[in-house]
């Protein structure tokens, strides 16, 4: 074991210790008299010695010393009573440190270092032990007080867990401890005098990586938009790398794609995540696509036993699963024997007496009269007792939902549920006959009634007897149904192709929809009822693809087989509006309307969509965008001959999107894609990846030889269309996706026809050894690189569109858009739970009522507009009491759609005018802020300010040219003639004038105007020059009220506006008189005048200000600013 460096004197040492093993910095010796023969003195004396001594006082006999060469000093730092022990610990140093300490020029520097490293080692071990007895173990507290007292984050930030490692700056490392905590990864390192700590927000990784370099046997390297780092030297490496990923992944989902990726309802509250949790939660969503199991579905039990095979004819070991809903099996060699048993099938779960040959037996039996017999089971008793109480529990849910359907089939007279078929042809009353199909589910698969003839009918029927035959004896040997033993055997069946008569069973048996089916009857009738008639943007989409679905099959040229389509696809769109209706859905479903009945192709399109290709159908694709890229990390360790010769591989994995959206049924021949559709529902998404490898290889040298991307698609395309299927000669017609890339190209050399069977099996053999949870693991680091992508296009997209019409330079945009998004972070990080809810649903926006989540646009609400406000503003002064208040103002402002939000569009004009625009642009926004409706009687209330435009204290006025005022006749024409002057007032760059401002607004923007200048280095002057800008500007407003008084002429500028206008002006400032000559007023010309007569204001207006060194102030205080912010209103709550 690793001891806590002791010093002793390397000469001493010798006299009682015989050195095995040496290097310059460490030495591994033995006791002496330990393991000699008898007869020498010193070993006797030595052995005597420890024997008569008690056993605290005991030395163990091995041991490792830390020595600095030519020094007489070294450290005891690890010992163990066994060689094998300690040679362990001597592996680990020469494997992760000795190389290491190489770059220290000074050796006192290297022994401190590794004395460090040791004692973060045993820290860790610790820990370990500790947490594995109980939840909080003290150690753990004591971390997270270092945690927060290091970075300063507020105590909602839950650390999850901490190791020991080093992180690499060039080529030294620093030893401390990595922290990881729902949010951020934190490291922390205090050697030699120097603290190095830096805190990343999992928001910002982009990717992570293990690799190994000259001086690191292996490190995790994480990436971010601005660098990389490098850690290593830990303990459990594969451990660390795990844990990270999990983090970053549920975070990324969490933050970036929280609409379209579900989490776990355990990871949707971030304070419950602790490490268990995440291992609880790896091992969950193994299980769940190991066996494909609904998403919904819990873990409960984890118990290593064996099961009786009859086919065998012994008990097979492995690990048995119990979820809400389900028994699964699994042998130690995964996917070699599978069982799965639906608790809806169980009959009973009973204990046997135990025997020698049987020890603790268990008997499941099911209600096809079948039983299973489980034994060697730890802890059997509890076991049995948590499953019948789950059983209990479902069968009377079971028990109660079947009273209800009879109650309610009591209540109302039966509907038919079936329908004939027959050929409609061209008939006189066609349309009459759809409208009654649209309405009518089929009790039938489509393949009944409209069998696509083939070439060779005979011998496609024997081989289809041949088939049937065949899974005939395999049912009888490992039985039928969803409890059906599944093992090489049935893999080598399904490679053949399932014959037609059985396919529809054998898809919903293995996909296990038929449990779906059972627990939701009527389900079905009820969700077409529902959803016919109602118009979206689903339904549209819906109706545009019906007739490209399979167009050259019988079934789909017909009204019968395009109005179960459109049922089953209407249906699902209304069961599940996130996904709602994607395209790929519509070829999906058509295949499996013709070899399910319709009823059994709706759950089976459930089973895929939502349980065997999980986040594939959503609004932006991310499941598949995932799988291609793991396809292409898969292509690099598993054909690494092609992807030398082809370096960019994301050509092949993008011609390989269809493969995956669609299971090769848009590039296969229709009868060889079937049998690849077999093999998807036997093997879930592993069956794609290793037929879609096989692919690649067996035109790996024409691929490695071509000369661009079109060539490749070609070659791929045309070996692809000549992949047929034994039943038939001549392949059948493909879909359109597959006829319009067909084309040859002459350059290009022919590929030989190859059979569908030949290539799966193919794919077994040389990709056989891919496995679920290898899958699983790739999806959890590349689910974080397709998210950032996202991200990316998001923030291009945003700044494309905002560039235009600012000038701040497009690096420091970047920023700031980064300072904006991070705002929003880190209120979902640090925010209660509904502040982090409202946050994270305003950075969705909606088409239209009828449409999901179209793109994600990142706004703020009022505070974190002022902690950015506060953060951003040029203007000295920002900390006093009324830069709160103007901040308010500036918000109200900007909020042109009164939502109590602002986009970053909205941000970056403002901020644009403060650090870019002329001195009277940057007048002309303070003036803005002291009218209404920035400006209101009650500023205490925020609800209070409305919008400028849509204000109802102050009507919209727009300058009407004087040859259409009258035409302008009623409400209707003016929002028109309003529309085409605004468009016209920006293609012209015309101003609106602005509104005049009163005494008590004139009053206010002299007092933001003094709070601007406390704090400048010319504060003097300039309280001087706005005393006489103050004392003009009221004179001329004197000037102006006595004018009106005496009858004076209104200026011209305001004879437009009408009495409507004034009297609203004078409603909003709250003396309620319905005229504005007796009001002491002055104009926005009349301020900017007098402001530009004093030359100490116009430089303070003018002085130039750096956006990015401010921007890169922000950047340093933001977190720990808002941090403050968000721990105070929590304690303060």
């Not at 793991?630 to 001959?641: A, M, Q, T």
């Not at 206010?1004 to 709070?1011: E, G, I, M, V």
Request: contains cysteine; charged residues 25%; hydrophobic residues 40%.
């Amino acid at each position: 074991m690793w001891l806590n460096p002791e010093e002793v004197l390397l000469k001493n040492a010798l006299k009682l210790w015989v050195t095995v093993r040496s290097n310059d910095f460490f030495l591994l010796q033995r006791r002496r008299g330990h393991g000699e023969p008898t007869g020498r003195i010193t070993g006797l004396l030595v052995g005597a010695l420890d024997t008569v001594l008690d056993s605290n006082a005991r030395v163990t006999p091995f041991r490792i010393l830390l020595q600095v060469p030519g020094s007489q000093i070294s450290w005891v730092i690890a010992s163990g009573a066994a060689i094998e022990e300690v040679n362990k610990h001597w592996d680990w140093l020469v494997h992760n440190l000795l190389r290491s300490l190489s770059v220290f020029e000074n050796k006192e520097d290297a022994a401190s270092f590794v004395r460090g490293k040791v004692k973060g080692l045993i820290a860790e071990e610790v820990r370990g032990r500790q947490a594995a007895q109980e939840e909080e173990p003290e150690k753990f507290r004591e971390v997270l007080l270092k945690f927060e007292l290091h970075f300063g984050l507020p105590s909602s930030e839950k650390l999850v867990t901490y190791y020991s490692c080093c992180c690499w700056k060039g080529r030294v490392p620093r030893q401390g401890f990595l922290y990881l905590s729902i949010n951020h990864m934190a490291f922390y390192s205090f050697l030699l005098g120097k603290e190095v700590k830096f805190v990343i927000p999992w928001a910002e990784v982009t990717r992570l990586e293990r690799v190994s370099t000259g001086l690191m046997t292996e490190a995790i390297r994480v990436n971010t938009r601005q660098r990389q780092r490098e850690f290593s030297m830990f303990l459990n490496l594969d451990e660390a790398f795990g844990v990270i990923g999990q983090l970053a992944d549920i975070a990324l989902r969490r933050l970036l794609d929280s609409e379209g990726l579900e989490l776990d309802r355990v990871l949707q509250q971030p304070t419950r995540i602790t490490k268990r949790i995440l291992e609880e939660q790896a091992l969950r969503e193994y299980v769940l696509a190991l066996f494909r199991l609904p998403r919904g579905e819990r873990l409960h039990e984890v118990a290593s036993c064996s099961i009786w095979t009859p086919h065998g004819r012994c008990h097979t070991a492995g690990t048995l699963y119990a979820t809400d809903s389900y028994l699964c099996f699994s042998s130690r060699e995964e996917g070699s024997c599978i069982l799965l048993i639906p608790l809806s099938e169980v009959l009973s779960i009973e204990k046997v007496e135990s025997t020698s040959l049987l020890p603790n037996p268990v008997i499941v039996s099911v209600r096809t009269k079948k039983a299973f017999q489980l034994i060697e089971l730890p802890d059997r008793d509890e076991l049995v007792e948590n499953l019948n109480s789950r059983l209990r529990s479902l069968q009377w849910k079971q028990t109660m939902f079947r009273s209800k359907k009879d109650g309610r089939r009591s209540m109302s007279a039966p509907t038919p549920y079936y329908t004939f078929y027959y050929d409609t042809g061209h008939s006189d009353e066609e349309e009459k006959e759809e409208q009654v199909l649209r309405n009518t589910i089929n009790s039938e698969a489509l393949m009944t009634a409209f069998h696509q003839n083939q070439p060779g009918t005979n011998s496609n029927k024997g081989t289809e007897q041949v088939k049937e035959r065949l899974w005939e004896e395999h049912f009888l040997e490992f039985g039928r149904g969803v409890h059906m033993f599944r093992t090489n055997k049935i893999q080598r069946l399904v490679a053949m192709g399932i014959p037609e008569s059985l396919r529809g069973e054998l898809w919903m048996t293995l996909s296990d929809a038929s449990s779906e089916l059972e627990s939701h009857q009527g389900y079905y009738t009820s969700m077409v009822q529902k959803s016919m008639g109602l118009s979206s943007l689903a339904t549209e989409e819906i109706e545009r693809d019906l007739h490209r679905s399979l167009p050259d099959h019988p079934a789909f040229q017909n009204p019968t087989g395009i109005a179960a389509l459109r049922r089953v696809l209407t249906a699902y769109a209304h069961r599940n509006p996130k996904i709602g209706y994607c395209q790929s859905m519509n070829i999906l479903a058509s295949v499996l309307l013709l070899y399910a009945k319709e009823e059994e192709a709706f759950w089976l399109l459930v089973a895929v969509c939502e349980r065997m290709l999980p986040d594939y159908f959503n609004r932006r694709v991310i499941g598949a965008q995932v799988d291609q890229s793991v396809f292409e990390e898969l292509i690099r360790e598993r054909l690494p001959e092609l992807a030398e010769h082809v370096p960019d591989l994301s050509t092949l994995s993008s011609v390989s999107l269809s493969w995956f959206l669609t299971l090769f049924l848009s590039v296969l021949p229709f009868h060889s894609a079937v049998c690849v559709v077999d093999c998807f529902f036997f093997h879930g998404i592993k069956a794609i990846f290793q037929l879609g490898l096989a692919a690649l290889e067996a035109n790996s040298a024409q691929l490695s030889a071509s000369t661009d991307d079109g060539q490749a698609l070609m070659i791929l395309t045309s070996f692809l269309d000549q992949v047929g299927n034994e039943e038939s000669s001549c392949p059948p017609s493909s879909p359109p996706a597959a006829e319009e890339t067909s084309s040859s190209d002459t350059d290009i050399p022919a590929v030989g026809p190859t059979n569908i069977t030949d290539l799966i099996n193919e794919s077994y053999e040389k990709f056989g050894d891919l496995t679920v949870r290898q899958i699983e693991k790739l999806r959890c680091r590349h689910r974080i690189r397709v998210l950032q992508a996202h991200e990316d296009t998001t923030k291009e997209n945003g700044l494309r569109i905002v560039t235009p019409d600012v000038s701040i330079p497009p690096e420091n945009l970047a920023d700031v858009y980064d300072l904006f998004k991070t705002e929003h972070f880190i209120s979902l990080y640090w925010g209660d739970s509904s502040s982090a809810a409202a946050a994270e649903a305003a950075a969705w926006r909606y088409a239209d009522s009828g449409r999901s989540y179209m793109e994600r646009q990142y706004r703020l609400d009022r505070p974190q507009f002022k902690s950015l406000y506060g953060l951003l503003t040029p203007w000295p002064g920002s900390s006093n009491q009324h830069s709160d208040t103007l901040a308010n103002r500036t918000f109200t402002l900007l909020d042109q759609d009164c939502d109590n939000l602002v986009t970053f569009r909205e941000f970056a004009g403002w901020l644009d005018t403060l650090y870019c625009e002329e001195l009277n642009e940057k007048i002309r926004l303070l003036y803005r802020l002291h009218i209404p409706p920035a400006l209101t009687e009650s500023e205490a209330d925020p609800s209070l300010m409305k919008s400028p435009l849509l204000s109802t204290n102050r009507p919209l006025h727009v300058n009407l040219p004087s040859d259409v005022e009258g035409d302008v006749t009623d409400y209707q024409e003016q929002l028109k003639q309003m529309l085409k002057d605004l468009v016209k007032e920006r293609e012209k760059d015309v101003e609106k004038p602005l509104p005049l401002m009163n005494q008590r607004e004139f009053i206010q923007f002299c007092k933001t105007l003094y709070s601007m200048f406390h704090g400048d280095p010319e504060e003097n002057d300039l309280f001087q020059a706005i005393a006489t800008v103050t004392s003009l500007v009221l004179q001329i407003g004197e000037a102006s009220h006595r004018g009106h008084s005496s009858g004076s002429e209104v200026p011209s500028r305001e004879k437009g506006r009408g009495a409507a206008e004034d009297a609203g002006v004078d409603a909003s400032r709250g003396n309620g008189s319905l005229a504005a000559e007796n009001e002491w007023t002055v104009s926005y010309a009349q301020i900017l005048a007098s402001l530009l007569t004093e030359q100490a204001l116009v430089n303070f207006f003018e002085k130039p200000v750096d956006l990015s060194a401010k921007v890169a102030e922000a950047k340093e205080k933001q977190y720990h600013q808002r941090a403050g912010l968000l721990t105070l209103q929590q304690g303060t709550s």
